[in-house]
Each structure stands twice: as C-alpha cells, then as structure tokens.
C-alpha cells in the first residue's frame, strides 16, 4: 500500500470550467487501457486518460443528466507506475506527508523547526538515483524534505511523485530535524534514471481525484466527451439496441447500477434513448431522453416517453454474460380509465421520485385520454349499465373525487410549506453574510408543484361531468 495524502472528494466533473484566477493548460488526453479502466468500480472497461501537470487522471462511467442531458464523468487519480512519468529517483513509494506537529503551551519545547509541514520518506532503494546521491536518512530518520525544485506541491504526495518521474533531474531541499541544537539543512541534486521497459498499463491503483483545473478546461470542449461516447458504445454492456418506434429510428442504451463503494457515492442505472446512433459519438443533439432505474428495477408497465410520446415497457431481455439490453419492447400508452375514476394518480409509473415535468405531461396526457373516454366512450357503455354496476360507478367516482380532492390539497400544502422554507432560507442567508457567519444549507426544493394541483383539479371537473352522466343513468335505472 503506497501512503498517499489525498483529498477524498467525489469528482464527477461536467462539461463546465471552475473560476480561476490565473490560466491553466488544458490537460492532453487519450484513450485508456480498458485493463485500468476496468479497476474503475463498476469495471467499466472504458475511458480517457487525461494527462495534467499534476498528474495523470482517469474519466470515465460517463451518464447524462435526466432533466438537462448534460454528460458527466468520474475521474480517479492514477496513482502508482502505470500514471507516472519515464524517470525513477527511488523515493516513489517511500514518501509520506508529514504534518506539523501542534506547538504545546510551553514555546521552549522543541526547536521551532518541528512546528513545520515536510516530506518525510523511508531510505531510498540501494543503488537507486536517490542513494547513489547521498540521500540519506539520520541515524533516528529525523531528516525531512522541506521542497523539491523550490516547491511543495501544496503538500500532496501524488503531485510531488508525478513531478519526480517527469524529470530527469531534481534538487532536493532537505532539513535534519534537532535534538539539542538547531537544525541542520543540505541540498541534493538527483539525477534520475529513465525506466528501459514501460509498466504494464493497468500497473496502478485508482483513488479518487481532487478538483483539477487543467481536467476541468479539457473536459469544457465537446471533443473528449465525443470519444469518451464512442468508447462507451463499443464496450460490450453498453452496446446500443437499434430499433423503431412509430416509423422513426432509435437507439437504445441500457447503463447499469453501480453500487457505493469505500467512499464512492452509488450511481444508478438508466435508459437512454438516442435520436442518432451514440456510436458516433454525438452527444449534443443526439440523446432524446434519459430515464433513471426505479429501485425495483424496470418493469412491465412502466410508462416511458420518448420524443413526446409515451410509452410502456412490454419486456426487457438482457444477455446474462455481459448485461447488454437485447431487446426493448414498447407499446403506445393508453390510460387505465378505471384507475383514473377511482382519483389514481401517476406518479407510481414514474418511479419512485419523478421527474416534475414528466409526472405533469403524464398527468395532462391521462386528462386528455379521460376527456376523449368521457366524449367518445362513456355515453356506450352508460347504455350497457345495470342497476347494480350503475350504481358502483357513481360510488367509485365519488370515492375518486374525495381521493383527488385530498390529494390536490396536500399538494398545495406542501409547495406553499416549500416556498415559505425558501424564503426563510434567503432572509437567513442576508443575515448570515451580515454578521460574518456560514450561510445555511439550501432547503431541498419542492418535488410538485402548482400545475400539477392545476392538473388535477381538472380531472376532478372532468370526473364530475362523468358523475352527472352517471347518476341520470342510474336514476333511469330505478324508475
């Protein structure tokens, strides 16, 4: 286990650039090793390796944002052989950060010396560049590296290391650390040694990177997130599914579920629906819709839309070797009167979260469909009424009614209760920046909304206009 300091942010970067005070080169990048992207969780098998000035970085599990479309990646650090440069000192995997001690109450303790951030490390390989120039540990290892070619690299080991191997010569400022008088400083001028045979590629392990500004202005391009797509398409679980629905052609993509892992956030699975072929790597116009996996996972029944239209699933088949989607069936979505009499809403077929303007257009759609049932349907079957199914009609449409009427007022309950948590929150945050003091955390924003108590509330008139027609039916019924 090579010691590291590293900062264990979750870094899924999108296409967009951090402010900055000063210009940063954009990282070079190219395609990875499938045997180190594979060490990715999830062994994703793809990706691009991006070479930075700090250090080499690996993107890759690209998704696309459901509501805006937006691509995004993980990006791990490639720490060890594989991610370093062609030259070895033989510090490598013997440095260590090491921290200032905290200085006790009594000043007199320890030299002041001690009271300083270093880089320590254990004796360099015999006969490597370090020891052939003399860089040695004291006799109680109390020498330090204060910097290498005048830097500290903010004190992060993986930066320190990857400069090493870029240089064929470094000089290493060092201090021996005091017992009785002061300390002692000497500098090292190492010249490293080139490797003859290149590491295997997958010859690293992968943590987690910090943010990169370098990363961050390459990724700002659409060029990498192109191939990054092309790769993804050739990978055999994310091969797209050609198929066609209502005439036009489309490509389906399954992503799996990855689970959380050490201090790695989860990330779902998903559909996507493309317009055009994702193998070409055309991202920006290309993807129609995005559709997070339910808990449960996909299922008969789940209503999906694709191009303004919807959908449910009829059957999803994978192939059991690698988990590629095989086949996709869809049939055009019809409402189920029945439930829609009896107040159900449809934010079930969604999942257990939906999206907002989903669940609305689904809403407004299943109105549409009622509207047209009550017109063009229900004056038939009115006439096919006994009096004992006449009557269970009126009793599950006001049941219905009741249903929604509660429903429609919890809604506004609890955007009302939203946007008075919002507004409290912005009157907090102007008197947190007045008095100096950390803004509070942002209040979660209201899943629903007012059109979706709007939507509602007309298919209550629409179920009232259906619940006249019945209750003259029945009344007829028991003349």
């Known amino acids: 286990m090579r010691p590291v300091r590293t900062s264990f942010a979750c870094a899924a970067l999108a296409s967009l650039l951090s402010a900055q005070t000063a210009p940063s080169p954009?990282?070079?990048?190219?395609?990875?090793?499938?045997?180190?992207?594979?060490?990715?969780?999830?062994?994703?098998?793809y990706g691009l390796v991006l070479t930075t000035s700090l250090g080499k970085l690996l993107a890759t599990s690209l998704a696309f944002d459901p509501g805006t479309h937006k691509p995004q990646v993980r990006v791990y650090r490639i720490d060890g052989p594989a991610g370093w440069g062609p030259y070895r000192s033989g510090l490598e995997r013997s440095l260590m950060?090491?921290?200032?001690?905290?200085?006790?109450?009594?000043?007199?303790?320890?030299h002041w010396s001690w009271y300083r951030d270093y880089f320590s490390f254990t004796p360099a390989e015999k006969g490597s560049a370090a020891d052939e120039a003399g860089l040695d540990q004291s006799k109680?290892?109390?020498?330090?590296?204060?910097?290498?070619?005048?830097?500290?690299?903010?004190?992060?080991?993986?930066?320190?290391?990857?400069?090493?191997?870029?240089?064929?010569?470094?000089?290493?400022?060092?201090?021996?650390?005091?017992?009785?008088?002061?300390?002692?400083?000497?500098?090292?001028?190492?010249?490293?040694?080139?490797?003859?045979t290149l590491p295997a590629p997958d010859d690293a392990e992968l943590v987690n990177a910090p943010p990169n500004l370098e990363a961050q202005k390459a990724l700002a391009s659409p060029e990498p997130w192109r191939e990054l797509l092309k790769l993804r398409s050739q990978t055999a679980i994310h091969a797209p599914l050609p198929g066609v629905l209502d005439g036009r052609k489309v490509w389906i993509v399954r992503l799996p579920t990855q689970p959380a892992k050490d201090k790695q956030a989860g990330q779902p699975g998903a559909l996507e629906f493309w317009k055009t072929d994702p193998g070409t790597g055309a991202f920006e116009d290309g993807l129609a819709e995005v559709y997070p996996e339910p808990p449960g996972g996909f299922g008969a029944g789940q209503s999906l839309r694709v191009s303004g239209v919807w959908y449910r699933l009829q059957a999803l088949s994978l192939e059991p070797a690698t988990g590629r989607?095989?086949?996709?069936?869809?049939?055009?979505?019809?409402?189920?009167?029945?439930?829609?009499?009896?107040?159900?809403?449809?934010?079930?077929?969604?999942?257990?979260?939906?999206?907002?303007?989903?669940?609305?257009?689904?809403?407004?759609?299943?109105?549409?469909?009622?509207?047209?049932?009550?017109?063009?349907?229900?004056?038939?079957?009115?006439?096919?009424?006994?009096?004992?199914?006449?009557?269970?009609?009126?009793?599950?449409?006001?049941?219905?009614?009741?249903?929604?009427?509660?429903?429609?007022k919890g809604i506004r309950t609890r955007v009302d209760a939203a946007a008075r948590a919002t507004a409290e929150w912005k009157a907090q945050v102007e008197l947190a920046a007045k008095e100096g003091r950390p803004a509070p955390a942002t209040p979660a924003p209201s899943a629903e909304s007012e059109r979706l108590a709007d939507l509602l509330d007309q298919r209550k008139a629409i179920l009232m206009a259906v619940l006249g027609n019945a209750k003259q039916a029945l009344a007829s019924l028991r003349r």
């Open 97 to 110: 950060f090491s921290p200032a001690m905290k200085r006790p109450a009594d000043n007199n303790a320890l």
């Open 325 to 408: 989607l095989t086949r996709l069936a869809l049939e055009p979505w019809k409402a189920n009167v029945v439930a829609l009499l009896a107040g159900r809403t449809l934010a079930s077929e969604l999942g257990s979260q939906p999206q907002l303007p989903l669940w609305e257009s689904l809403e407004q759609t299943a109105n549409d469909t009622l509207l047209e049932w009550k017109t063009l349907t229900f004056p038939g079957e009115l006439e096919a009424l006994d009096l004992k199914s006449a009557g269970a009609l009126v009793v599950r449409i006001e049941k219905g009614m009741l249903a929604l009427d509660l429903e429609v």
């Open 140 to 196: 109680y290892a109390l020498t330090r590296i204060k910097h290498v070619d005048q830097s500290t690299f903010q004190w992060d080991v993986a930066a320190l290391v990857y400069h090493i191997t870029q240089s064929p010569t470094i000089v290493v400022q060092t201090i021996k650390l005091p017992l009785l008088f002061g300390p002692s400083e000497r500098t090292y001028t190492i010249q490293n040694r080139r490797v003859t």
């Open 26 to 45: 954009a990282a070079i990048w190219e395609p990875a090793s499938p045997a180190l992207a594979k060490k990715a969780p999830g062994s994703p098998a």
